[in-house]
């Protein structure tokens, strides 16, 4: 079946490490995207590719990295200097600019 | 910054009732749009996308576009209990680039 797997689905980050996040998806897209949720919240778009051995900051990219070596993969590293780094975090993938997103399961990330 | 505005709600509507969900968005070169619907925990799922303005039904559920009031609706023709969920409204911005997302409406279909 086709889709956009994250992984892992819960995890856990002690203070000043650095944690990545997995995304893979089988579509075949060539968009790819990562939005942190917090309560309450909408999606906020943190970083995103257009293409391989591209991506672009969103909205709130500060204490984020992420790379776009192959088509199908697109990690994030959440690193030291997010200081608040709890929250939702979502991976979604698009074919052509009018289609929607189709988004992954999630992981979700909190403090030790 | 481009923005999209939803009523947080709670809207609570009676099961077999209509519920309305409403949407603002501030960049009026906007083509494209979408409502989505997020369980608790649980990741996005699309229900409707809407690029034209006027009606676009699917079920029990019809999208209102109006791109000159900068406007997107969602309609939920008799409401069940499962129905209950956040309703997120989803904007692409006009370089097409990415997806601007509300803050959500919580619905709450009571049997």
């Known amino acids: 079946d086709g889709g956009i797997t994250q992984s892992p689905k819960y995890l856990f980050r002690k203070e000043g490490q650095n944690v990545t996040l997995s995304c893979e998806q089988n579509l075949n897209h060539d968009a790819m995207y990562w939005y942190r949720q917090d309560p309450g919240q909408g999606l906020r778009l943190i970083y995103y590719s257009q293409i391989v051995n591209d991506f672009q900051k969103g909205d709130i990219a500060e204490g984020y990295s992420v790379s776009r070596e192959k088509k199908e993969s697109f990690p994030l590293t959440v690193t030291s200097a997010q200081k608040n780094p709890t929250a939702f975090y979502l991976c979604?993938?698009?074919?052509?600019?009018?289609?929607?997103?189709?988004f992954g399961d999630g992981t979700r990330l909190s403090i030790l | 910054q481009k923005e999209v505005e939803q009523n947080s709600g709670p809207l609570s509507v009676p099961e077999g009732a209509i519920a309305s969900l409403n949407c603002t968005y501030s960049?009026?070169?906007?083509?494209?749009f979408f409502w989505y619907r997020q369980y608790s925990g649980k990741s996005p799922e699309l229900i409707m996308s809407i690029y034209s303005n006027g009606d676009k039904e699917d079920g029990r559920f019809t999208a209102q576009l109006n791109k000159a009031s900068q406007y997107v609706s969602l309609l939920i023709r008799d409401s069940q209990p499962s129905d209950s969920a956040t309703y997120l409204c989803?904007?692409?911005?006009?370089?097409?680039?990415?997806?601007?997302f509300g803050k959500g409406t919580t619905l709450s279909v009571s049997s």
């Open positions: 960049d009026r070169g906007s083509q494209s």
């Open positions: 989803a904007v692409r911005n006009q370089a097409g680039t990415a997806l601007i």
């Open positions: 979604a993938s698009i074919q052509g600019t009018n289609q929607p997103q189709h």
